[in-house]
T-cell receptor, first 111, second 110 residues
Framework: SAVISQKPSRDICQRGTSLTIQCQVD?????MFWYRQQPGQSLTLIAT?????????ESGFVIDKFPISRPNLTFSTLTVSNMSPEDSSIYLC????????FGQGTRLTVV | GQQLNQSPQSMFIQEGEDVSMNCTSS?????WLWYKQEPGEGPVLLIA?????ELTSNGRLTAQFGITRKDSFLNISASIPSDVGIYFC??????????FGQGTRLTINP
C-alpha cells in the first residue's frame, strides 16, 4: 500500500488567484494522478502526472489552467490557476501501484 | 469520459440489514476495486479483485469479480452505523487510469 499526504486540506481563495496543492507519497511510485470531485459526484480524472515529462491531460482540462509538476517519484503538485467560483471542488491526488491509493483531498472554495 | 454503471445510487436501510451494490460495464476490466469515502476524506480501498470469478472478503464485506470481467458486486452483511458513506467501484484495464462508478450513498437508520 501507499500513504499519501496532501496539503492543504482546505482553503478559501479569492477569484483570480492561484492555489498549489502538494501531494507526497511515502514510497516511490510510477503512476500518480490528479482528480476533481464535485460535491455528491464521482471522481473525474484531471491528468496523469508523469515523472520527468509533461503531464497528460484528460479532455476538458488544460495545462494553462491546471499546471502539474512531478519532480520525482514521490511528489507532485497541482496548481489551480486564475480561479473562479466554478473551480470550487475537492481535488484529490492518487498513487497507483497495482491498486490506487488516495490522499485525503483538498477542499477548495473560491469566493 | 468512460464511466461504470453503478447501482443503486443511494440506499436507506435499517441497522443490521445486509447491503448489495453492483457495477457493470460494456468494457472488460482486469482489476476491480471497491472504495469507501467518508465526508472530508479521500476514498479508502476496501477490496481489490484481480481474477474473473474471484470472490474476496474483508470482514463483513464481500466482493466478486464477474465471470465476464464486465461487472462486480459488493455486499455488506449486518450493517452498522459506521458503514455510512459513499461506496465507489473502479475498474482498471492494464496499467492504465482508473474508471469510476457514480457511487452508492449508504444511509443507515439506527
Amino acid at each position: 500500500s501507499a500513504v499519501i499526504s496532501q496539503k492543504p486540506s482546505r482553503d478559501i481563495c479569492q477569484r483570480g488567484t492561484s492555489l498549489t496543492i502538494q501531494c507526497q507519497v511515502d514510497s516511490q511510485v510510477t503512476m500518480m494522478f490528479w482528480y476533481r470531485q464535485q460535491p455528491g459526484q464521482s471522481l473525474t480524472l484531471i491528468a496523469t502526472a508523469n515523472q520527468g515529462s509533461e503531464a497528460t491531460y484528460e479532455s476538458g482540462f488544460v495545462i494553462d489552467k491546471f499546471p502539474i509538476s512531478r519532480p520525482n517519484l514521490t511528489f507532485s503538485t497541482l496548481t489551480v490557476s486564475n480561479m473562479s467560483p466554478e473551480d470550487s471542488s475537492i481535488y484529490l491526488c492518487s498513487a497507483q501501484i497495482t491498486e490506487a491509493f488516495f490522499g485525503q483531498g483538498t477542499r477548495l472554495t473560491v469566493v | 469520459g468512460q464511466q461504470l454503471n453503478q447501482s443503486p445510487q443511494s440506499m436507506f436501510i435499517q441497522e443490521g440489514e445486509d447491503v448489495s451494490m453492483n457495477c457493470t460495464s460494456s468494457s472488460i476490466f482486469n482489476t476491480w476495486l471497491w472504495y469507501k469515502q467518508e465526508p472530508g476524506e479521500g476514498p479508502v480501498l476496501l477490496i481489490a479483485l484481480y481474477k474473473a470469478g474471484e470472490l474476496t472478503s474483508n470482514g463483513r464485506l464481500t466482493a466478486q469479480f464477474g465471470i465476464t470481467r464486465k461487472d462486480s458486486f459488493l455486499n455488506i452483511s449486518a450493517s452498522i452505523p459506521s458503514d455510512v458513506g459513499i461506496y465507489f467501484c473502479a475498474g482498471l484495464q492494464g496499467a492504465q487510469k482508473l474508471v469510476f462508478g457514480q457511487g452508492t450513498r449508504l444511509t443507515i437508520n439506527p
